[in-house]
């Protein structure tokens, strides 16, 4: 069984920075895509960024392009979102997702993490 945690979430000034963390444990398949994917308050989950197996492909909301960075450390099982520029819109509950299904870029993930708070101040 694949578990899946968030870390880095918290409460930052506009303009600010945050690095999410999510660390998977368990199997995953051998062509594990992972991702980020927020759910601002009352609003409809956003997929946010994605990253193949081996960090060559990398796949960006408009929102968040220019601002976030995806990357992955697959020794450590984790991948990482670096946000930077940070607008009280980007406030949400980020979740991190792996082993993506279907096409790219991926909008269906077979596991879920619980999710970590990030909340932007203006």
């Known amino acids: 069984q694949v578990q899946l945690v968030e870390s880095g979430g918290g409460l930052v000034q506009a303009g600010g920075s945050l690095r999410l963390s999510c660390a998977a444990s368990?199997?995953?398949?051998?062509?594990?895509?992972m991702g980020w994917i927020r759910q601002p308050p009352g609003k409809e989950r956003e997929f946010v960024a994605s990253?193949?197996?081996?960090?060559?492909?990398?796949w960006y909301a408009d929102s968040v392009k220019g601002r976030f960075t995806i990357s992955r450390d697959n020794a450590k099982n984790t991948v990482y979102l670096e946000m930077d520029s940070l607008k009280p819109e980007d406030t949400a509950v980020y979740y991190c997702?792996?082993?993506?299904?279907?096409?790219?870029?991926?909008?269906?993930?077979?596991?879920w993490g619980q999710g970590t708070q990030v909340t932007v101040s203006s």
């Open positions: 997702g792996a082993d993506a299904l279907g096409l790219w870029p991926p909008q269906k993930y077979a596991h």
């Open positions: 368990g199997h995953t398949s051998t062509s594990n895509t």
């Open positions: 990253i193949n197996w081996s960090g060559e492909r990398k």
